[in-house]
């Protein structure tokens, strides 16, 4: 079982950022393949970012291409996502999200195995 802690949300301007963190425990993290998904009040959880065990592959929804940036650090079991330019639209609760098939990057959450809590990101104008 893996478990998943994030970090680093909070309430921000339009044009600032944020840098979220996840902690993963309970299995060797260099395997896991982490990804982060959003959601927004009344929607329908979404992708937002996703790299491979070996950082081969990463891939971004087209609403946060070139603005956020999803990075992992295996020696501290964490990955980032270091969020620049934030939008109201943005506003979210953000998830991590881990896959146990670490070699390819997923975009969809039934891909996943494990789920963080959630952390609160509201941007406002």
């Known amino acids: 079982q893996v478990q998943l802690v994030e970090a680093g949300g909070g309430l921000v301007q339009a044009g600032a950022s944020l840098r979220l963190s996840c902690v993963a425990s309970?299995?060797?993290?260099?395997?896991?393949?982490m990804g982060w998904f959003r959601q927004a009040p009344g929607n329908e959880r979404e992708f937002v970012a996703a790299?491979?065990?070996?950082?081969?592959?990463?891939w971004y929804a087209d609403s946060v291409k070139g603005r956020f940036t999803i990075s992992r650090g295996n020696a501290k079991n964490t990955v980032f996502l270091q969020m620049n330019s934030l939008k109201p639209e943005d506003s979210a609760v953000y998830y991590c999200?881990?896959?146990?098939?670490?070699?390819?990057?997923?975009?969809?959450?039934?891909?996943?195995?494990?789920w963080g809590q959630g952390t609160q990101v509201t941007v406002s104008s």
């Open positions: 999200a881990a896959a146990d098939s670490g070699e390819h990057v997923y975009t969809v959450e039934r891909s996943y195995d494990y």
């Open positions: 309970g299995r060797t993290f260099s395997t896991l393949a």
């Open positions: 790299i491979s065990r070996s950082d081969g592959d990463i």
